[in-house]
């Protein structure tokens, strides 16, 4: 799902510049905007996208295109193209987090059915033992009447 190892394969990848010799993080590099570089030069571009640590994956770029002026300014005929895959993106996400939802709910009423049947074991033993501890009762009782 997530963009890994700095792979330049993504939906967004035409509209920035990956610096290569800068990493944001363990995986990816610096992304900066082309749209603030056509509208503010390579500089003021750069030192943006350091503050905003942009890296070369769709979510982070995502967020900085929804609201850069410079790139609405450079590709007007891109904009829907970027809120459509944003949009679709978060619901991914949701979808996603839905569904693990889902199965941590099922996980959990699985461990309530569990829960339920130990104790039912363990109250079934109870009565086992007061029934015999009744038992060797009455049987005394018996044998020393006899
Ligand atoms: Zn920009």
Redesign the pocket.
């Given at each position: 799902m997530s963009n890994r190892g700095g792979k330049p394969s993504h939906c967004f990848n035409e509209f920035v510049h990956i610096k290569k010799d800068v990493k944001i993080n363990q995986s990816n590099y610096l992304a900066v905007?082309r749209?603030?570089i056509t509208v503010k030069g390579w500089t003021w571009a750069e030192t943006e996208a350091r503050k905003i640590n942009m890296s070369n994956t769709v979510p982070s770029i995502g967020k900085?295109l929804s609201v850069?002026e410079?790139?609405k300014t450079t590709y007007p005929d891109k904009v829907e193209h970027v809120k459509e895959n944003v949009e679709a993106r978060k619901q991914r996400t949701a979808e996603l987090r839905t569904a693990n939802n889902l199965k941590k709910q099922y996980q959990r009423s699985e461990r309530t059915v569990y829960l339920i049947y130990y104790s039912y074991f363990y109250i079934f033993i109870f009565y086992i033992f007061i029934y015999l501890f009744f038992i060797t009762m009455v049987l005394n009782i018996t044998f020393d009447l006899l």
């Amino acid at each position: 799902m997530s963009n890994r190892g700095g792979k330049p394969s993504h939906c967004f990848n035409e509209f920035v510049h990956i610096k290569k010799d800068v990493k944001i993080n363990q995986s990816n590099y610096l992304a900066v905007c082309r749209g603030c570089i056509t509208v503010k030069g390579w500089t003021w571009a750069e030192t943006e996208a350091r503050k905003i640590n942009m890296s070369n994956t769709v979510p982070s770029i995502g967020k900085h295109l929804s609201v850069c002026e410079n790139f609405k300014t450079t590709y007007p005929d891109k904009v829907e193209h970027v809120k459509e895959n944003v949009e679709a993106r978060k619901q991914r996400t949701a979808e996603l987090r839905t569904a693990n939802n889902l199965k941590k709910q099922y996980q959990r009423s699985e461990r309530t059915v569990y829960l339920i049947y130990y104790s039912y074991f363990y109250i079934f033993i109870f009565y086992i033992f007061i029934y015999l501890f009744f038992i060797t009762m009455v049987l005394n009782i018996t044998f020393d009447l006899l």
